[in-house]
């Protein structure tokens, strides 16, 4: 899903979400900060790594809040 597609409310729930992942809050995401986020999703550690692997696809070792969005709208349900 494109920004241009969400809705501001969603938007916003991804900032929200995206500051509390953020917890140095330098505007990006590190590896270790990710880890400690989307574990509590629950995936496996292999799942993990395919996911920020899908969402880190520049291959910076952090996440923007794109690829942030990127990662959460993959995550099952």
Do not use: C, H
């Not at 991804?14 to 509390?20: A, D, P, T, V």
Request: no cysteine; charged share 25%; net charge negative.
């Amino acid at each position: 899903m494109k920004t241009e597609n969400r809705s501001k409310e969603e938007t916003a729930t991804y900032q929200e979400w995206f500051n509390i992942a953020d917890s140095d809050g330098d505007g990006r995401i590190s590896g270790n900060e990710a880890t400690k986020f989307f574990a509590l999703s629950n995936l496996s550690r292999s799942q993990l790594k395919q996911l920020w692997a899908l969402a880190d696809n520049k291959r910076q070792g952090f996440l923007g809040f794109s690829e942030f969005v990127t990662a959460m709208q993959v995550l099952p349900s």
